[in-house]
């Protein structure tokens, strides 16, 4: 059976039988995970992290094989959203599992282990600007093996489908045990936009690998003519050396856990705002390169936020060579250049990612002193084909790079490590001038993570075997 990977996959052509490769599109889309492709869409997640008993191999394959039986295939979740869209039926709860390097060894099966040399390593042992590993807390104090999301409707029905799952951990006896939790929960703006911690929209600008969206992007969105979002299917999908299909296929998965120090990071916006003698929303929109409501700098008519709710993603920088819009440093601007340099679109990762923590303000209100300083972030989640060539190159080479993409640029003010490392430019006069260098960052803490594989379900069912 033969699979082009190197364009974007029609999956709907792909069940009518519309195509000449149809039957291996089929086969890999029921063998491949979901939540890769496209994202699982629930509002509420728990990321249990597992440790596997090397010593009791069997029960531990014998666990994963039959929760094999629980996790959803991508065709499964793709039929399941053309059901919920038809007639609002809740496709229910989405399950996958994802194994570290580590946990291969710990399963007895390193001779199934993909071969990415980053993964293979662990996000440990690599130079990516973060604290040192001895902070990390929580499961990543210590080794992970691996991780299984949960994925639900509400924050209810997540918490009773975590509890099933913990059951059926401690019904290992210890072969396999929870080292830690993460809960994800949605947070949205007035519109009903997805936003993060700082009160910004997020995810908007995502690599879409399925024609199906590239198409809905083109003729009920904002159009793809100055920025087509369409990747290859190769950027997302490896090969999964211990699946019993030849389209066998699963994706590198990068999970970094992302404190936001929501305090201070407004409160150093409204500093910014004073010092260049403008309006606090103009100045957070600069470090962002959005609005809150979700309006790209660069593509705003003058240095205000379009009226209409909705969020463009079909601009380009072309027309700001020089950074006085959007400033190079500009989080959106830093992490994803766009037409900015050659090939940028091949690093882009699919993300995944969810804000966590509980808080009971308006994070959109204007205030300051109502803000949590801690125990809210970003749980980071993102599929890839290769590590060190999309997250790492856009961590090292991009994000956390001052003299990218110019001498004097910067860290990225957002994500960008070490704090300090390198003072950014900000318009002072949309579109005209630029201060001087000017120090934001800092607001963001990296408090552990790892490197992960989704294996196919074949693989996962064979465990048993």
Known sequence: ?????????????????????????LAMLSDLQGNILKGHGRHSTANLFLVFDPARQAASRHFLSGLAVQIGSALDQLTGALVFKASGLDAGTFVSLLLTAKGYDALGRADARPGDAAFLAGMKTRQLGDPAPSTWGGAFAGDVHAMMLIASS??????????????????????VRIAGEEMGNALFNSDQQGIEHFGYVDGRSQ??????????????????????????????????????????????????KLEQD?????????????????????AGASVVGRFENGTPVVASADELPFAAPGVP????????????????????????????IANSKSHLMARRGIPYGARSD????????????????????????????????????????????????GIDPVIGQPAGGGKQRWPVVYG??????????????????EYFFAPSLSFLRGLGA
């Open 207 to 256: 690599p879409l690998p399925l024609q199906e969206d590239v198409d809905n992007e083109q003729q009920n969105t904002d159009g793809i003519d100055k920025w087509n979002p369409a990747i290859p299917l190769s950027q997302v999908l490896a090969k999964d050396p211990g699946g019993k299909l030849a389209v066998s296929f699963g994706s590198y998965f990068v999970f970094r």
């Open 432 to 449: 005209q001038t630029l201060s001087d260098p000017l120090d934001f960052s800092g607001h963001v803490t990296m408090k552990g993570g």
């Open 313 to 340: 993603n079909n601009f380009s920088y072309a027309g700001d060579p020089d950074g006085l819009k959007c400033p190079f440093a500009g989080h959106i601007r830093k992490s994803n250049p766009r037409d900015g």
């Open 1 to 25: 059976m033969d699979l082009d990977l190197s364009q974007t996959l029609s999956w709907k052509k792909s069940l009518a039988a519309a195509t000449p490769s149809a039957a291996a599109e």
């Open 362 to 409: 308006d994070p959109n209100d204007g205030r300051i002193d109502n803000k949590p300083s801690g125990g809210v972030g970003l749980l980071f989640m993102a599929y890839q084909s290769d590590i060190a060539g999309q997250f790492e190159f856009t961590q090292v080479k991009w994000v956390n790079n001052v003299g990218f993409p110019g001498s004097g640029t």
């Open 154 to 175: 509400t924050a209810a029905q997540r918490d009773r489908d975590a509890a099933q799952f913990r059951q059926l951990v401690a019904a290992t006896l210890g072969a």
């Open 262 to 282: 929501v305090k201070a990071f407004k409160a150093r916006e409204d500093a910014l705002a004073d010092t260049l003698g403008g309006i606090g929303e103009r």
